[in-house]
């Protein structure tokens, strides 16, 4: 990265890491507006308007839509 010199080995993950200076979100919610970098974050975020939780804990069956908040109520 020319800013700060953080290194890449692919070309894809540099471009994406230049955003963070540039400011650039071209990805954009199509229900609210909201952009975002990463087409990964876009997805995630969409799941908040579709209700979506593909996470379900075994034992109660609560959904989660991150697996990180499964994980973190697993323990």
Known sequence: ??????????KGKLKNHEMIHTG??????KVCGRKFRDTSHL???NMIHTGEKPYACVICSRMFRE???LTNHER
Do not use: G, Y
């Not at 650039?24 to 919610?29: D, I, T």
């Open 67 to 69: 697996k990180k908040n």
């Open 24 to 29: 650039e979100k071209p990805h954009s919610c």
């Open 1 to 10: 990265c020319k800013v700060c010199a953080k290194t890449f080995l692919e």
């Open 43 to 45: 997805k995630k975020h």
